[in-house]
């Protein structure tokens, strides 16, 4: 039946409501369709039961998750994960969280974590907002990472952009005192929105003047290097909590 057909056929004493989706939350990705390649669906199969946690409306107790106490890192969009993978082998200090909504991606993480046999990464495949506001207590990350997110380079798409007021105040409030968010992009206007969005709010603190230079924990990509040579610029934002 379709909405026209809804319509006609409703009580009419029932309000119908004209615009439905009007009061849906902007969302910053979308759901594609991407191929899942064999080896990412075996690694789902093997490894998934262990390393990705089902969302759930409550806080998560970590420290059962891993299987330890350590400082927690939460990465949002991890993409196909190489360098959530590589970041994760060289810090077995720390726990890594991984955000990410796109199934190859998750598949692609999880046969890094079997093939570098690591132990401190957790995914959780889901809306990072709503991760971070009900399963992350406030002040309990050491740092959270927002590596090349979706530009929506379109200006009437930019509203759908990650990097907005509202979770840079959310980010912030599930940073402890001295944690690091930590941001990367390859596109201009979005480095400089994201200085602005984030300079201005007020429990954040810039480590740099402006923009900071690449920190040795974010390993340098192939397809940021290939960008590098032809020229084109890669800002990387590095700010911290205040006590």
Partial sequence: MSTSDSAATADPGTAMPAHPHRDRPVRSFVLRAGRLGSGQARALVDLGPRFLLP??????DW???????APRVLEIGFGMGQATAAIAAARPDLDFIGIEVHQPGVGA????????????IRIVQHDAVQV??????????????????????????????????????????RLAPGGWLHCATDWDD?????????GNCSTLANTASGFAPRPDMRPLTKFEARGLKLGHGVWDLLFTRRA
């Fill in 55 to 60: 969302f759930q409306a409550a806080p998560l």
């Fill in 63 to 69: 420290d059962t998750a891993f299987g330890r106490r």
């Fill in 190 to 198: 979005y480095a400089q929105q994201m200085l602005q969005v984030l």
């Fill in 132 to 173: 971070l506001q009900q399963m992350v207590v406030p002040a309990s990350l050491a740092g959270v990472h927002v590596f090349f997110p979706d530009p929506w380079h379109k200006k009437r798409h930019h509203k759908r952009r990650l990097i907005q007021p509202a979770l840079a105040d959310l980010l912030a409030s």
């Fill in 109 to 120: 993480l999880l046969r890094e974590i079997g093939e570098r046999g690591l132990s401190n």
